[in-house]
């Protein structure tokens, strides 16, 4: 393990104004998602969307790691670039999603799961020689009205997400360690803050006990957010001060970025909570973002599988890039939704 290698790659993702673009979406994901634009998720429509993402100008300037699917990495541009040689080229450390999905968890009825270690070690080794320079690891956390997560629901996760970080950093590669509690459910933003502080305990742990290096990770977590089913919704300063004590508690100062996900938060909405999180002040880690929806959303909806559609779904996402680089540091105004 070179701890220094670990470092300089995290360190590059999480640089100024630089996020990550989770694209890492599974066939079965997708599929919901071109669904949803009534485009066919056939191999070459997913060549094609991931091409446009990935050629779109100027995104290197926000955009510092790509998360991609098996099927995406082992693909080119329509001139025979390797997707992976393509966002090495422009300065982007491309990433492998290596998890197998969320299961249920054997006996343990409404806990679920991820999937994924036997092979790993192997796994690994092939993506390295693909270009990959970090890899991603989700598990879900879902919350009930009564007893789920139970405490070995959550071990059970924090155990696979650090065997998965500690086969990461034997060979280089930077661990993404995502422990998503979902924002499924009605609960409200107090419950998501108990939830995610045990979850974060737990992960910190493991991760420790197996000898990851703090230093050559990066922390995936969700924001500290009521329940999309809540009636009562939190503002985005009680979002921002909920989530940052939350990790100011929980996660080492070692570790150099936080990448939050999106988990279904509109664009906006995760942008200005990213905003609001960053103008509080320094905090000991980098606060960034790693979005799946909440930079694709406006894509998708721009794109609708058509040709034709291309140079406005790039103008969609160097948007988000653009607006989501102020947030990282704390320079974004929803007025500027409008230019
Ligand atoms: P969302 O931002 O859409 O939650 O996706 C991020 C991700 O990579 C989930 O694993």
Not at 19 to 26: F, I, Q, R, Y
Not at 109 to 119: M, N, R, S
Not at 307 to 315: L, P
Request: some cysteine.
């Amino acid at each position: 393990m070179s701890i220094a290698e670990l470092k300089a790659v995290a360190n590059a993702i999480v640089a100024k104004s630089k996020g990550v673009l989770a694209a890492d979406e599974s066939s079965p994901t997708i599929k919901k998602r071109f669904d949803s634009i009534k485009a066919e998720s056939t191999e070459e429509n997913r060549r094609r969307y991931r091409e446009l993402l990935f050629t779109t100008d100027e995104i290197e300037r926000y955009i510092g790691g790509v998360i991609l699917y098996d099927e995406t990495l082992r693909q080119s541009t329509r001139d025979g670039v390797p997707f992976a040689r393509l966002l090495s080229s422009r300065g982007i450390a491309p990433g492998i999603k290596v998890d197998k999905g969320a299961k249920a968890l054997a006996l343990y009825p409404g806990d679920k799961v991820a999937e994924g270690l036997d092979g790993l070690r192997e796994r690994l080794a092939e993506y390295k020689q693909l270009g990959a320079k970090f890899a991603k690891w989700r598990a879900v956390i879902e919350i009930d009205e009564k007893n789920i997560p139970t405490a070995f629901g959550i071990r059970a996760n924090a155990h696979a997400l650090a065997r998965y970080a500690a086969l990461c950093q034997e060979v280089d590669i930077v661990p993404i360690v995502e422990p998503e509690v979902l924002m499924d459910g009605a609960h409200g933003i107090e419950r998501c803050e108990a939830v995610t502080a045990q979850v974060l305990e737990a992960v910190f742990a493991e991760l420790d006990a197996h000898c990851v290096v703090f230093d050559g990770m990066l922390l995936k977590p969700n924001m500290v957010i009521a329940g999309k089913k809540c009636p009562q919704q939190a503002g985005v300063a009680q979002v921002a001060e909920a989530t940052m004590r939350c990790l100011t508690r929980y996660v080492p100062a070692a570790v150099p970025g936080i990448v939050f996900l999106s988990g279904g938060q509109s664009a906006e909405d995760a942008t200005d909570h990213l905003n609001a999180m960053n103008a509080m002040g320094a905090h000991p880690w980098q606060v960034s973002f790693s979005y799946g929806r909440a930079l694709q959303a406006p894509v998708l909806a721009a794109w609708k599988g058509q040709e034709s559609n291309v140079a406005a779904a790039q103008k969609a996402l160097l948007k988000r890039c653009r607006l989501n680089g102020l947030a990282r540091d704390g320079k974004y105004t929803r007025a500027m939704e409008a230019g």
